[in-house]
């Protein structure tokens, strides 16, 4: 029974929980703000389990192509693949029957629209940043930022059939929010990816780019969230919280570009608040304001 537990735990995290996390938030969200209230339950169900299925096919791909960076790095090393308890070959079929599986549903159950928004993300995330533009650009998080921007086109897709103006506000958002996320991350773990030889800003250009770099995209992205009020895609409830939860995340880039390292691991963890609550903003705008 033990083993068997042990197993399991393994693909779960093969599977990368936490991301999965992150993107279905996005994604019910979008669902919400296409429906004005509660989408249909079943439509729901159906599309936050297809979508949680997909992540996790793209997050066990990723691990599948990555052991070998993983099996260096202090922070994964210990992850199913790399340690041994899961094989690569075992990975792949994980992640394609999981990937099968969840564009069935969004086809049957959902709509088609959904389905190759999903899968087109998936292709994008695997095969465009996980098998190219990681090992060979430090620009590759900001281009293959797209692909974690993909959820909200399917989310509200799988309400309306097509993909509306607040949808695409929300992809700019995750969009230009990638960089500066990840690249916090980047500087607390610089001498990670130099091991792996993976080419992050921060081991390629240094950690004074870095924190530049986190700051011009931080500006953009508060600035980005800004103009979806004057554009009509937003309220005015919207953008009454964008400017202060923009604002607090301008203040922490601003202190991770003048303070100490230290000052990432603070910009990293409110990027992931910023990011919620920007779609409790967005939802409470459509829903109520």
Do not use: Q
Not at 2 to 17: C, E, F, I, Q, V
Not at 148 to 166: D, N, R, Y
Not at 183 to 204: C, F, G, I, Q
Not at 235 to 255: K, P
């Amino acid at each position: 029974m033990s083993t068997a537990l042990g197993y399991l735990r393994d693909y779960y995290t093969l599977s990368k929980p936490r991301i999965i996390v992150l993107l279905l938030v996005t994604t019910l969200a979008a669902m919400v703000m296409a429906a004005r209230g509660l989408p249909p339950i079943a439509v729901t169900c159906w599309t936050l389990i297809a979508g949680a299925l997909a992540a996790a096919s793209a997050g066990a791909l990723n691990c599948a192509y990555d052991a070998d960076i993983d099996a260096v790095m202090e922070r994964t090393k210990d992850r199913p693949i790399p340690a041994g308890r899961i094989s690569t070959g075992n990975a792949v079929l994980y992640a394609l029957l999981c990937g099968l599986i969840s564009f069935g549903i969004f086809y049957r159950f959902v709509n088609p629209l959904a389905a190759w928004l999903s899968l087109a993300g998936n292709v994008y995330y695997v095969g465009v940043y996980t098998m190219w533009l990681k090992r060979v650009t430090p620009l590759n998080i900001v281009i293959g930022g797209a692909a974690g921007a993909v959820p909200p086109l399917v989310g509200w897709a799988a309400v309306t059939h097509a993909i509306g103006g607040p949808a695409l506000g929300l992809f700019a958002l995750i969009f230009l929010w990638t960089p500066p996320h990840f690249w916090s991350l980047a500087l607390m773990t610089e001498t990670d990816y130099a091991r792996a030889k993976v080419p992050m800003l921060p081991n390629v250009s240094g950690e004074e780019r870095t924190k530049r770099e986190i700051t011009y995209y931080s500006l953009l992205l508060v600035l980005a969230s800004i103009v979806l009020y004057p554009l009509h895609v937003m309220g005015a409830f919207y953008l009454a919280g964008a400017v202060v939860l923009g604002g607090i995340f301008i203040v922490d880039a601003l202190r991770t570009w003048f303070g100490p390292r230290a000052c990432a691991r603070g910009l990293f963890r409110y990027s992931l608040l910023y990011l919620a609550l920007m779609c409790v903003v967005m939802v409470i705008d459509r829903i109520v304001a």
